[in-house]
């Protein structure tokens, strides 16, 4: 087992070191910084809702994660592929999984940094007045949660094509939908049409509801296993998509 | 160590690889030949574990590369077409990743690394980032990748490719000295390459084995091999035609000089052509020829190589 474990830390290492040195992993952090700033204070209106929380703050992560978690996780195996170091990854003796999850860890590490690097707005919210931690601790693992799954879906499009820009732009398509189709004003669109069976069955299946309901403080076990099944579930496509372009 | 049984890859409806079957032990230095698109890449690459294969099997010392593919994997190093590196980082660093990808630890590990940086001439390199090497110098750091780990088995896919005439013997040397207790398969276009280094040679035409043999016999089969050149001064051709057809164990005897007098006399049987050759001086001799050359042609095998594969553009014939 720690054999296991450590094959996939070396390719998480060894990938984590080759996006440190390129300047992904730093403008991902930055722009997300920035943005995620932006939006809290000039759009989401913090000062003015008068309230302790950061609502304002973990409700434009969906949006910011749309863009940003497909531009970093697309080089993970389009690049490979271009340059042909996947011949080298998949001789080397470890199995296709130890290699899908090493590399899911190493980008996981860069979102989880980026998100520790908010903390000043954990200390002002906690300055001017007193928030429940429970909740917000609760909005940052469902924040953690979101940018995994996104970071999936770009792992499975980035091993459909050895063009990083297919990549991008196939993982933002996807991660969009996931978004849109729970999205109440495209619920209230689609409410006007489809039984309200058929919209809430839509409804499930996107990353807004569960995100959503993590935010308000809620752990509820479907959420987390929605995540947990929304990640597996690209990893294991990266997985049959690695396989079948090697079958031939 | 090797055994390859059987093996046939399918692209699509066209067969890469069609039915290849070899062997090799620890020892033994097998060249692989082909012309481009033969499929000795695709073979490496199932031999490797990375393709695995439509049919047949490859077992890497107890292991069949499908059933067990780690341990299997932990016993070859692999030098795929072209040397791709991870560019991003330093010599040192891409080492350092495979050593630990394979379980290499602490000393074990550092120990190794600088032993495939000495073997490999990258001293001057070592803290480089790959992107800016020469392509020598990124070829030897792959090279050095595939060593480390000291396998049994080794793969290089065309390992000399790209390298200048000095790197080039360097490498045969490597490839020489580490077969003496590796099993080693290399590919390489250069059939010099091949008389230098293997002790074994297979020559695969569109996916299949066309001859396999040491490199010797496989030059006995070049068209030619074996004919003894006569050259007698002062003498006509046609006359020393007519005294060389009386020679038993010739199979035909060809002017290609009048004056001065140059023959060849092509045996029935290659392994004649030293006793013919012997007979020719002995008549040399009795005649009073001015013999002023005889000597037997080896056999190229430039000419075997191009005599049973066809060019690329030839048409190819549906199994």
Request: hydrophobic share 50%.
């Amino acid at each position: 087992m720690k054999g296991y474990l450590g094959s996939i830390c070396s390719v998480a290492k060894r990938e984590l070191a080759g996006t440190v040195s390129s300047p992904v992993a730093f403008v991902f952090v930055v722009i997300f910084l920035l943005l995620a700033a932006f939006f809290t204070f000039m759009i989401g209106g913090f000062f003015e809702r008068g309230q302790a929380s950061l609502l304002s703050f973990f409700g434009w992560h969906p949006w910011l994660y749309l863009f940003l978690v497909p531009a970093v996780g697309m080089r993970m195996w389009a690049e490979e592929r271009r340059s042909g170091t996947i011949e080298l990854l998949l001789t080397l003796p470890l199995t296709t999984w130890q290699a899908i999850f090493g590399k899911f860890a190493a980008y996981l590490v860069i979102i989880a940094a980026a998100l520790l690097l908010t903390f000043p707005v954990w200390i002002t919210v906690n300055f001017l007045g007193s928030p429940d931690n429970g909740v917000i601790l609760a909005g940052y693992l469902g924040s953690l949660l979101l940018g995994a799954s996104y970071l999936a879906v770009s792992s499975f499009t980035s091993s459909l094509t050895r063009n990083q820009v297919v990549s991008l732009i196939l993982s933002v398509v996807i991660c969009f939908f996931l978004i849109l189709c729970g999205w109440p004003p495209v619920l209230n669109l689609l409410d006007r049409v489809l039984s309200p069976a058929v919209v809430e069955f839509v409804a499930a299946f996107s990353v807004m509801t569960h995100f959503e309901s993590i935010q308000r403080g809620v752990l509820d076990i479907r959420d987390l296993a929605f995540f947990a099944s929304l990640i597996l579930f690209f990893l294991f496509a990266t997985h049959a998509v690695l396989r079948a372009r090697r079958a031939g | 160590m090797i055994k390859v049984s059987n093996l046939r890859k399918h692209f699509g409806t066209k067969a890469a690889v069609d039915g290849v079957s070899f062997g090799l032990e620890k020892g033994e230095i097998l060249g692989f030949l082909g012309p481009n698109g033969a499929g000795k890449s695709t073979t490496m690459r199932i031999v490797t574990g990375f393709l695995p294969p439509t049919a047949g099997e490859v077992r890497i010392g107890q292991f069949d590369v499908e059933d067990h593919p780690v341990e299997a994997k932990r016993l070859i190093g692999y030098l795929p077409e072209n040397a791709p590196c991870y560019s991003d980082m330093t010599v040192r660093g891409f080492l350092r990743f495979c050593g630990e990808a394979r379980g290499l630890q602490g000393t074990a590990l550092g120990g190794a690394v600088d032993r495939a940086i000495a073997t490999c001439f990258l001293e001057p390199v070592v803290h480089q980032n790959i992107d800016t090497l020469s392509k020598g110098y990124r070829h030897r750091t792959c090279l050095a990748q595939a060593i480390l780990h000291d396998p049994p088995v080794l793969v290089l896919d065309e390992p000399t490719d790209g390298l200048d005439p000095n790197q080039k013997h360097e490498v045969r040397a490597l490839i020489r000295r580490m077969g003496r207790d590796k099993a080693i398969v290399f590919s390489t276009h250069i059939l010099e390459e091949v008389e230098a280094v293997c002790t074994r040679a297979i020559i695969i035409d569109r996916g299949r084995i066309v001859a396999n043999g040491t490199p010797e016999e496989l030059k006995q089969r070049a068209p030619g091999a074996g004919a003894v050149v006569v050259r007698v001064a002062g003498a006509r051709g046609s006359v020393l035609k007519a005294v060389l057809e009386r020679l038993d164990g010739r199979a035909g005897v060809v002017v290609v000089e009048e004056t001065p007098a140059v023959l060849r006399v092509l045996p029935n049987d290659s392994a004649e052509a030293h006793r013919i050759a012997g007979r020719i001086h002995e008549i040399s001799i009795r005649e009073k020829w001015m013999l002023e050359e005889l000597r037997v042609e080896d056999g190229r095998l430039d000419d075997v190589f191009r005599s049973i594969t066809l060019p690329d553009s030839a048409p190819r014939q549906e199994p």
